[in-house]
């Protein structure tokens, strides 16, 4: 199968997005190349093609076959649901609630990146969006001094995160509870550095960091 040209493009498809979502979808549901590409009817090397080159361009058949082979929907694979809050798609007829083990919770937590850290203030708890690693069972972020979840430290707060799937109505939440230290010790510092994955969305220099032990750990998996 030959690339296709930009005339036949799907016009909500920006450049170099496309292959990124199809990459990390896959990689969500556990598939090799291999495996997508049998499953959406194409050669692997087509498939190659779309996720590592940025100007790839496939038509609107190709996205469809793509988003079967990916269990998702053509809008979120080309992005178009970027700036959609998830949740408002229609809950499943028989969803059926379910308590996760801790060593769930554990496996969940260790394959996220993205967190809500809840910080008591004298104003009342304030919530907050971090990137954050899991580093020996215990959560741990970069910060700003002064910024609000620097300001955790000392402090018992409650940290959550969660999946929603829309299109099969599902998801999970993990919530962890404990107190969170600002690491102050060198040789800690530089093993954290090490160790901990990604660098904070928000920018900027931030060296401040900040562990959470957990002392309860508590999830829910909603399946239909």
């Given at each position: 199968?030959?690339?296709?040209?930009?005339s036949?493009?799907?016009?909500?498809?920006?450049?170099?997005?496309?292959?990124?979502r199809?990459?990390?979808?896959?990689?969500?549901?556990?598939?090799?190349?291999?495996?997508?590409?049998?499953?959406?009817?194409?050669?692997?090397?087509y498939?190659?093609?779309?996720?590592?080159?940025?100007?790839?361009?496939?038509?609107?058949?190709?996205?469809?076959?793509?988003?079967?082979?990916?269990?998702?929907?053509?809008?979120?694979?080309?992005?178009?649901?970027?700036?959609?809050?998830?949740?408002p798609?229609?809950?499943?007829?028989?969803?059926?609630?379910?308590?996760?083990?801790?060593?769930?919770?554990?496996?969940?937590?260790?394959?996220h990146?993205?967190?809500?850290i809840?910080?008591?203030?004298?104003?009342?708890?304030?919530v907050?969006?971090?990137n954050?690693?899991?580093?020996?069972?215990?959560?741990?972020?970069?910060t700003?001094?002064?910024?609000?979840?620097?300001?955790?430290?000392?402090?018992?707060v409650?940290?959550?995160?969660?999946?929603?799937?829309?299109?099969?109505?599902?998801?999970w939440?993990?919530?962890?509870?404990?107190?969170?230290?600002?690491?102050t010790?060198?040789a800690?510092?530089?093993?954290?550095?090490?160790?901990?994955?990604?660098?904070?969305?928000?920018?900027?220099?931030?060296?401040?960091?900040?562990?959470?032990?957990?002392?309860?750990?508590?999830?829910r998996?909603?399946?239909?």
């Open positions: 199968m030959t690339a296709p040209t930009p036949n493009a799907h016009e909500t498809t920006a450049p170099g997005d496309l292959g990124r199809l990459a990390r979808r896959r990689e969500d549901l556990g598939l090799t190349r291999e495996e997508t590409a049998a499953r959406a009817g194409m050669a692997l090397g498939l190659q093609y779309l996720e590592e080159q940025p100007t790839a361009a496939p038509g609107t058949s190709t996205l469809l076959r793509l988003a079967g082979a990916l269990r998702t929907t053509l809008t979120e694979l080309t992005g178009g649901e970027v700036e959609v809050p998830p949740g798609a229609r809950a499943a007829p028989h969803a059926e609630l379910t308590e996760l083990t801790a060593q769930q919770c554990r496996a969940l937590l260790a394959t990146g993205v967190g809500r809840a910080v008591p203030t004298a104003e009342g708890p304030l907050v969006p971090v954050y690693s899991v580093v020996d069972g215990a959560i741990v972020f970069r700003a001094p002064g910024t609000l979840p620097a300001q955790a430290a000392g402090c018992r409650a940290f959550e995160v969660d999946r929603i799937d829309d299109v099969f109505s599902q998801g939440s993990v919530l962890v509870r404990g107190l969170a230290r600002i690491v010790d060198p800690a510092v530089r093993r954290l550095t090490e160790q901990a994955r990604g660098e904070p969305w928000a920018g900027g220099r931030r060296d401040t960091w900040v562990r959470i032990e957990p002392l309860a750990l508590t999830g998996r909603i399946t239909a």
